[in-house]
């Protein structure tokens, strides 16, 4: 993802109005933690909407704290690319009535920076508003840090939104409105870098390097965000890069599983999210591109572990109501006949599983490849595709 760096204001501002987290007509899509006064997430494509009614102009500001502890983990060969862990800045994208905010493209509205304290709350501009009714969406446009599969606290805290007058002396706001009911549909997705949209810009990996040490991802343009888009669902996203679903690419204890269990991914702390608080109609999952060949290792038994995630949801969101779409590729094919039991044991089981067959996207066809990882291009491809099929089979 391209940045439009905009400096964060100081976090105090007495001729101001704020709207806190806690208030009635925000509404929130993703997975968020309350705590104390604030809203704390992680996950690419969490996202926070309201409505502001103003009787005259005014500048809407976003008061973010994020967190970052440095890795306690030393060892090399046990934590892989956690040592490597800093801070990293996390990329939003604002949307004014439907008007992307900033440069445009895959470009980010603002971005978090390295010089920010951890912990303290910032306030970054959203846009200059004139008076009527403007609907404001927030969005993260990047995954959590990526450290090799022992997370570091990588989170965000949303302490509310700021209405600040041109002249503090002639300025009044006249409140804000109801927005509208979020989309009835909800699709869930759990994966990896395919999903998360590591590098889909094409703009090269992670540099560890300060101009901006990020994934260089637009997650607004990954085949799973798209595919809310296209059936007008909301979609909640449980995807980080390098992570597996028995065993991760760089080492590191903690995979997919165990972080799509948690309200926030980069705290170590299991069982944290409540899975009846927002029951998906649709659980689809790509995972088995980093587990390389521990997917057919009887030790690691990913059909069982694969099977039982997804029955365990099935049963959490209605056996009888929730599908499930287990993919395969488009990097790699070679777990595609784990995939294939895990359906057939998933069946066995009542659940309602089908195969989303992502192979071959990345031929040439469709676009190019970035990183060896899906562009947008393909992203564009996949979501149309996966689109259909979820369409077709849930008789939407």
Known sequence: MLFAFVAPLPAFSPASIKIPPSDPSL?????FEERGDARLFDFAGCEIRTRLVLNAPATATVELAQRHLPSPCTDPVRCGNTISSGFEVNAFVVFVNGTRQGPGGHNASFVTSKEQQDGVPYEF???????GTHDVRVVKATEPDWNGGDP???YMSFTGFHLHPASASSYFAAGHGTLPPLPARKLEFLGDSITAGYCNTCLGPHPHSPDPPDHREAFLATWDYQVGE????????????GLGMVRNCCLGNTTMPGIFRRTLATENIDDTWDFASWKADALIVNLGTNDGDAVLDPHYD???????LVADVAQRYGIGRMHAFLACG????????PVFK??????????????????????????????GHPGVEVDTA???????TVKQVMGW
């Open 230 to 241: 296209l059936l007008d669902a909301q979609v909640h996203t449980a995807a980080w890069s």
């Open 342 to 371: 895990t359906i057939a044991n998933l069946r066995a089981r009542g659940v309602k599983a089908h195969f989303l067959d992502q192979r071959g996207f990345l031929n040439g066809t469709f676009g190019p490849p970035c990183c």
């Open 125 to 131: 501009p959203l846009a200059d508003l004139p008076a």
């Open 27 to 31: 509404q929130y899509i993703g997975r």
């Open 302 to 308: 990913y059909v069982g572990v694969y099977a039982n």
């Open 382 to 388: 996949m979501a149309k595709y996966t689109a259909a």
């Open 330 to 337: 488009p990097m790699t094919d070679e777990y595609c006949d």
């Open 152 to 154: 570091v606290p990588n």
